[in-house]
């Protein structure tokens, strides 16, 4: 596994010693977006920007690296520059942020005369925060002069692990930013990305001259995507069980060639799905029609090649599915990345079969020996390729593969969100008796053939190729009846995974025994194996979570609002509201003004633009559909309680005793949680001096230093800030106690 230790500056999302003053930074959030708290990593990186400090910030895809680039200039009064690798991206995000009032502007080589002196004369007059700008563009020595000349001297570099070599997505132009440094002496610079090996860390700080950065480091787990991985046994079938569980719902399908991509494409579509193929041989002019329509929502599904990722932005994609091994873990935790960055569940289904690692291993050892690279290269490209093989054959919890496969612990025993942890692997019942069928069938053909022939004269096939090699006489022929033949292949391939069985590359593949193919004959191993199957599977815990109390049908209604609007303004639907604003409006579903302010994602702009107009929606649907307003949100438990709690007598006497929680329970047979409630309310209403006898005092601190942090004093936020590992009781303990009077409930 690669290990990639953070180096002495580095801070891991670990709170220790958190930056006093992020009140303001949530000030200047809850205003342009309408969120109410920081996630983890995001005061400490704005404070670099604000204090003009280098900085190296890795979160993964998803973890809000955005508003650490965005707020710093608000903060500061300020224009600054960032330099990003796609024009098409650039225009969704300053379209996304000109949707919440802020101003920022791009500029690039599409852009007509009369747009560009826009620009230039709004940023003359100071009006302008936030300038977008590709590398290419940047460097030329009209713009630097021009910049420098607006008085720019904090840099923030988006994507930066284009800049390294070692990165999965390296791009020449993004070399020539190291003279930032030499061309502005005492400019900061930020750089951020989602790569996460140490290599790529030390590389990009080097290349950039960073002068003792700041790097800090999310955590790479992304708790919202459930990941699964089937054997594949029919790859648009099976994408299409999956993608009925996400109807009408954005969604990525990634193939590993073009054609792929277009065979997945028409199967899809002859299916009734909204679909369209993305890859690199397609003109530009296509590919903007594709990205446009997948913004608009206009299509649902996009079958890709990896060249589709970097350009969309699109953050309530419901489900990635990849239909056959990316080449690494870093390609899939990318490709993955995609999913879910509103925070909302979504999917990630891999569909895995021996023969993908087969492939690669031909296309990468072919394109080495073509470049004439030294033959250390293709010894790192293959152990990458393993890492990934292991992650898609193992049965060990794919949260905990990925956190550790990036250098970082999984803290929780199981996750609830993968396959493994879900029990969805259907074990085969008398595998090894399958096993050795399988095998004993490789040997009667004399060892000579590929899976399929192997799986027809399992299956008692009536075929040419069987009866031309007189195969329907040998004894193994109709062994397997009861199995299709896409299932015997998928069988075999878990052998071959398994070593149980050895494949060769000759002018075709052929299947022969080893030794411990014999040991399995001889009955001296036993074997498991996986029915393929794409489940029928029941929702997690945190799907449920995600939909409760929504109603549905004001869900879509408001998308249909949603979609409407973007359609006006010319933006993409989700640059409008998110997906997650939308939810907790069917479920609050707000009747005033200040009611709808409170929602996340509400910034004042947006309040300002189309408030109103989103209450007369809501009247009007929930008056025709008798739904009640106002309704409790899911965070109505972080709102302050207005009663008293119940505290009584004995227990109060208990507590002043220095009772545990445990001695109390003990002493008074109520349960934990009740007793945790008189414990708060003691606190609340006693007010003791200090509370470690219950909170140790480490834990006590990491608490306050959350809140400060987290720029927020609510539960959830502070136990999510926390990565759960301080307990939502002890939480509501130190707040009530360190600031009595705005007591969570
Ligand atoms: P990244 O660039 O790291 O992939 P983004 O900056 O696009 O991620 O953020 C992902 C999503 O999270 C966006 O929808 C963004 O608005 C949202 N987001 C960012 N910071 C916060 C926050 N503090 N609270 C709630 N949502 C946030
Ligand atoms: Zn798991």
């Given amino acids: 596994m690669m290990v990639s230790r953070p180096t002495a500056a580095t801070r891991e999302s670990d709170p220790a010693a958190p930056p006093a003053g992020a009140g303001e930074y949530v000030e200047v959030l809850k205003r342009f977006w309408g969120y109410e708290s920081l996630r983890p990593l995001q005061a400490e990186a704005i404070r670099a920007g604000v204090e003009q400090r280098d900085s190296l910030v890795v979160m993964p895809t998803g973890g809000g690296k955005s508003v650490c680039y965005q707020i710093p200039p608000i903060i500061s009064n300020r224009l600054d520059v960032i330099v990003s690798p796609l024009i098409a991206l650039m225009k969704d995000q300053v379209d996304g942020l000109r949707q919440c009032g802020y101003p920022a502007a791009a500029i690039n080589s599409s852009m007509s005369m009369g747009e560009r002196n826009e620009v230039e004369a709004a940023a003359a007059r100071g009006q302008l925060r936030l300038l977008f700008v590709s590398p290419e563009k940047l460097m030329t020595p009209r713009f630097l002069d021009w910049v420098d000349q607006l008085g720019v001297r904090t840099f923030a570099i988006d994507e930066a692990h284009c800049i390294s070599h070692w990165g999965h997505d390296f791009r020449p132009e993004y070399r020539e930013l190291r003279a930032l440094k030499e061309r502005f002496t005492g400019a900061s610079l930020h750089a951020f990305t989602a790569t996460a090996t140490q290599r790529v860390r030390e590389d990009i700080i080097a290349q950039l001259g960073l002068e003792t950065p700041n790097v800090l480091i999310g955590r790479f787990d992304r708790p919202n995507l459930v990941y699964r991985v089937v054997p594949r046994v029919r790859a648009a079938g099976q994408v299409d069980d999956v993608l009925q569980r996400h109807k009408r719902q954005a969604a990525i399908v990634y193939c590993i060639t073009r054609k792929e991509s277009e065979g997945m494409a028409d199967s899809l579509k002859k299916l009734g799905h909204r679909v369209a193929a993305y890859h690199a041989g397609m003109t530009p002019d296509e590919r903007r029609r594709v990205q446009d329509g997948f913004s608009a929502e206009k299509i649902d599904v996009v079958t890709a090649t990896v060249a589709f990722g970097m350009g969309i932005d699109r953050s309530d994609v419901r489900c990635v599915i990849h239909s056959a091994m990316p080449k690494s873990v870093e390609h899939y935790q990318q490709e993955t990345g995609r999913a879910g960055r509103d925070g909302l569940e979504a999917e990630c289904v891999l569909l895995y079969s021996a023969a993908d690692a087969m492939k690669w291993e031909l296309l990468i050892t072919k394109s080495v020996l073509e470049s004439g690279a030294p033959p250390e290269v293709m010894v790192g490209y293959i152990e990458l390729l393993n890492h990934m093989r292991r992650y898609a054959t193992l049965a060990k919890c794919r949260h905990r593969m990925l956190s550790e496969y990036f250098g970082q612990r999984y803290e929780r025993p199981e996750c609830g969100a993968c396959d493994v942890c879900l029990e969805e692997q259907q074990g085969l019942e008398d595998a090894s008796i399958v096993a050795q069928k399988i095998l004993s069938c490789v040997y009667r053909v004399g060892q000579s053939f590929g899976a399929v022939h192997i799986a027809d004269v399992l299956r008692g096939a009536d075929s040419d190729g069987i009866r031309r090699h007189g195969h329907e006489r040998v004894s193994t022929f109709g062994l397997l009846k009861d199995f299709d033949q896409k299932t015997l292949v998928s069988l075999t391939f878990q052998l071959l995974d398994q070593g149980l069985l050895t494949r060769s590359m000759g002018e075709r593949p052929v299947l022969s025994l080893n030794q411990e193919s014999w040991r399995v004959l001889r009955g001296e191993q036993k074997v498991s194996l996986n029915i ?48 997650s604003t939308l939810r907790h ?24 633009d189309f408030g109103g107009a989103l209450l007369a929606v809501l009247d009007a649907f929930c008056a025709q559909h008798g ?23 004995n227990v109060r006497e208990m507590f002043k005793a220095g009772l545990t929680v445990e001695g109390v329970m003990q002493r008074t047979g109520r349960a934990e949680s009740t007793v945790w409630n008189y414990l708060t309310a003691y606190v609340e209403q006693e007010r003791p001096k200090d509370v470690a006898r219950w909170i140790p005092p480490d834990r006590y601190r990491r608490v306050t230093d959350a809140v400060r942090e987290a720029g927020s004093a609510r539960l959830k936020p502070i136990f999510e800030h926390l990565s759960g590992e301080v307990t939502y009781n002890e939480i509501r303990i130190v707040l009530s106690h360190a600031r009595p009077g705005s007591v969570a409930s």
Avoid at 596 to 604: I, N, R, T, Y
């Fill in 532 to 579: 393929p199957r794409t489940a029928p599977v029941s929702k997690t815990k945190q799907e449920e979570d995600a939909w409760r109390d929504v109603d549905a049908g004001l869900f879509e209604h408001l998308r249909e609002w949603r979609r409407e609007l973007a359609g006006q303004r010319g933006v993409p639907a989700f640059v409008v509201l998110g997906d």
């Fill in 585 to 608: 409006l069917a479920r609050v579903r707000p009747s005033s003004i200040d009611a709808l302010a409170a929602v996340p994602g509400m910034g004042e702009r947006k309040l300002k």
């Fill in 627 to 649: 739904l009640t307003r106002d309704a409790e949100s899911e965070d109505a438990a972080s709102r302050p309680q207005r009663r008293p709690r119940p505290l009584p007598d």
